[in-house]
């Protein structure tokens, strides 16, 4: 299972504080919700309809057995965000 499952489902559910503990950061368990919103509200453009296509698989994914996908997602987040600069600030 991959690890965009879990956040993908914490993102649908408007899970913050769980987010917040994978992510790191308060402020990006914010902008990742913001982001899904978003996505989620312009479901019917052209950019957006693949996207929703592989988070409703991501977030089916984590549904079917959400232990697992907790499992599978803890700690690899910090390396992606560590990977790719994140500086927030809560």
């Known amino acids: 299972m991959g690890k965009m499952s879990y956040i993908s489902y914490l993102c649908e559910t408007e899970n913050e504080k769980e987010l917040t503990e994978e992510l790191g950061s308060n402020q990006?368990?914010?902008s990742?919700?913001?982001a899904h919103k978003d996505m989620r509200e312009n479901r019917e453009k052209p950019a957006f309809k693949v996207l929703n296509?592989?988070?409703d698989e991501n977030i089916?994914?984590?549904?079917?057995d959400l232990?697992?996908?907790?499992?599978d997602?803890?700690?690899d987040l910090n390396k992606i965000i560590s990977?790719?600069?994140?500086?927030?600030e809560d």
């Not at 089916?60 to 079917?64: H, I, N, Q, V």
């Not at 232990?67 to 499992?71: C, I, N, R």
């Open 60 to 64: 089916k994914e984590a549904e079917d």
């Open 67 to 71: 232990d697992k996908a907790k499992k």
């Open 83 to 88: 990977a790719i600069g994140y500086r927030g």
């Open 53 to 55: 296509q592989i988070t």
């Open 28 to 30: 990006a368990a914010k």
């Open 73 to 75: 997602s803890v700690g």
């Open 32 to 34: 990742w919700i913001s």
